[in-house]
């Protein structure tokens, strides 16, 4: 069992930055995928980065690819998502999600929330224009 816990959101202008962090809980963070996810009001929840359980790889969205950068540390057993040059459809709740490696051979292009076995509470992002 993993417990994950999100922080970091907050209001933010057009343009500014942001970061998140999210906490896991457990002795093998190091065997997990990690995943960002974000939902808006009305809309699906949307796959935004994924890094895979060495941290040696990281995939994007196309819609924040250059702009967020996904990151982890196993010795802290956190996950980071960098957010830059924010705009206001980037508002929404953001969501970590995790994933039990089921093979050293596996990938990590996890991009739907429904691959992962863990996820957090959530928190807000809002960017105004």
């Known amino acids: 069992q993993v417990q994950l816990v999100e922080s970091g959101g907050g209001l933010v202008q057009a343009g500014g930055s942001l970061g998140l962090s999210c906490a896991a809980s457990?002795?093998?963070?190091?065997?997990?995928?990690m995943g960002w996810f974000r939902q808006a009001p009305g809309k699906e929840r949307e796959f935004v980065a994924t890094?895979?359980?060495?941290?040696?790889?990281?995939y994007y969205a196309d819609s924040v690819k250059g702009r967020f950068t996904i990151s982890r540390d196993n010795a802290k057993n956190t996950v980071y998502l960098q957010m830059n040059r924010l705009k206001p459809e980037d508002t929404a709740v953001y969501y970590c999600?995790?994933?039990?490696?089921?093979?050293?051979?596996?990938?990590?292009?996890?991009?739907?929330?429904?691959?992962?076995?863990?996820w957090g509470q959530g928190t807000q992002v809002t960017v105004s224009s």
């Open positions: 457990g002795r093998t963070f190091s065997s997990y995928t």
């Open positions: 890094v895979r359980w060495s941290g040696g790889s990281t």
């Open positions: 999600e995790a994933r039990l490696k089921r093979s050293s051979a596996e990938t990590f292009y996890y991009t739907g929330p429904d691959q992962y076995d863990y």
